[in-house]
């Protein structure tokens, strides 16, 4: 079946630097989303991404959307204490919807 | 999210025992699912719906069954608890047919 490949697993940062998960699909993927899910909390979406080479930005989190429609990246500039979670990339099939395994961030202040 | 409730928050059982998780919505969107998450494996998919009944299988269904007689319930059942459905389960509801995801706030379980 699909499988939607995230990496990495975990990263560790300084707080002020810059962090980015990667999200890669063998197959074209309709569109992706991307949620973030707080410790001990729930997942909350975050974006979704829909047109080919799309890149989207809310404020310090940059996301993109590859030219294949296969990959996806999320990008936080100077990460801040508040930015630790799992960040999750969420492929779709048609109707199937496929989460990667996570990127878990932890900010070192 | 407001709107999507689930229940029990927490639960402990021992092995053999039938559990029944509870999801509801306050809204009415046709859309339901329920996710499973252990670490290493993120979000995997137990089943969904699509409408009052109307239900299929995703990624990880064995050992579990749902009911959807109503839009606004979707409650997964364990039939007979095992070790390995120890997990947090969430309850989600799109917007849409194509729209995002709310989750409710997850039922931790323990299966002894």
């Known amino acids: 079946g699909q499988q939607v490949m995230q990496i990495p697993q975990y990263q560790h940062v300084q707080e002020g630097e810059d962090f980015t998960t990667y999200c890669n699909s063998s197959?074209?993927?309709?569109?992706i989303q991307w949620y973030k899910q707080r410790p001990g909390g729930h997942p909350v979406f975050l974006i979704q991404?829909?047109?080919?080479?799309e890149v989207k930005k809310q404020k310090r989190l940059t996301f993109q959307f590859g030219e294949a429609k296969k990959n996806s990246s999320l990008h936080i500039t100077a990460t801040q204490t508040t930015d630790v979670g799992t960040y999750f990339c969420?492929?779709?099939?048609?109707?199937?919807?496929?989460f990667g395994a996570g990127t878990i961030l932890r900010v070192k202040s | 999210d407001a709107g999507i409730t689930q229940s029990p928050r927490y639960k402990i059982t021992e092995t053999g025992r039938q559990v029944t998780l509870m999801c509801h919505q306050t809204?009415?969107?046709?859309?339901m699912f329920w996710y499973r998450q252990d670490l290493g494996h993120g979000l995997r998919l137990i089943y969904y719906s699509a409408a009052a009944d109307i239900t299929d299988k995703g990624e990880v269904p064995d050992g579990y069954v749902v009911s959807r007689s109503k839009t606004e319930n979707f409650p997964l059942t364990l039939e007979s608890a095992t070790r390995s459905q120890t997990s947090v389960y969430f309850c989600?509801?799109?917007?849409?047919?194509?729209?995002?995801?709310?989750f409710g706030s997850g039922t931790q379980l323990s299966v002894l």
């Open positions: 809204w009415s969107h046709s859309y």
């Open positions: 989600a509801i799109r917007e849409g047919s194509a729209g995002k995801l709310f």
């Open positions: 969420m492929g779709e099939y048609g109707n199937k919807l496929v």
């Open positions: 991404l829909v047109k080919s080479g």
């Open positions: 197959t074209t993927l309709s569109n």
